[in-house]
């Protein structure tokens, strides 16, 4: 009788913790969608990088990604920005590392993405250094998740940052960077899974809004 009830004590146990973990990510991406500073930014990192539910990549996802926005905001002050773009990029390859490239490949894209991010966000540390190196592999990785899914809104947005503030003589074409920020726009849509990432409304405004 005692092992039946501490069996079924731990099955609700369980499942209670599951609940819980899944209600922490939920939480913990609607205030994401809030976030506009780099504190809003450097509390749901440490949020994220608490959380272990499945789908396991979502979490160092999600962080990398906070740190990504860092160093975006800090972009005018590099000398800031290294321990966030280190982080970053830990956490965008932790969740690489947590998918099956071959049959999860809108997922994949998903984190190349978020890696192309924070090698760019490596540029800003000091682009005269940095710039060739790091500017490389963020077009490398932004490259590889295009590849994987041409219809990813999230892709989309980041190539038409990097054409909008690219100078034309290295390959910057505004009137290209305000077309792929309207597609990006336009294919937006809330995913299945509510978890999984839906961000980018507020970037592509942002951006369309330097055209009018």
Do not use: H
Not at 82 to 95: D, F, H, I, L
Not at 182 to 199: D, I, M
Request: with cysteine; glycine share 6%.
């Amino acid at each position: 009788m005692k092992k039946l009830l501490f069996t079924l004590f731990s099955a609700v146990l369980l499942q209670y913790s599951t609940y819980a973990q899944s209600g922490s990510l939920s939480a913990a991406i609607a205030k994401l969608d809030q976030a506009q500073t780099v504190k809003d930014y450097e509390q749901l990192e440490k949020t994220f990088t608490g959380i272990s539910e499945q789908p396991t990549w979502l979490a160092p996802y999600y962080a990398a990604f906070c740190n990504a926005k860092i160093g975006f905001l800090l972009q005018d002050d590099g000398d800031k920005i290294e321990n966030y773009a280190n982080r970053g990029e830990e956490q965008a390859k932790k969740a690489l590392s947590l998918l099956d490239t071959g049959s999860q490949q809108k997922e994949a894209a998903e984190v190349y993405t978020v890696l192309s991010m924070i090698y760019r966000t490596k540029v800003f540390i000091n682009p005269m250094t940095y710039g060739r190196k790091y500017g490389m592999l963020s077009d490398q990785f932004l490259k590889q998740a295009t590849a994987l899914d041409a219809q990813n809104p999230r892709a989309l947005y980041v190539s038409a940052w990097v054409k909008y503030y690219t100078p034309k003589m290295w390959g910057g074409d505004k009137d290209l960077a305000k077309k792929l920020a309207g597609e990006s726009l336009a294919k937006l849509s809330t995913p299945a899974n509510s978890n999984y990432p839906r961000w980018g409304k507020a970037e592509d405004q942002a951006l369309l809004s330097k055209f009018k």
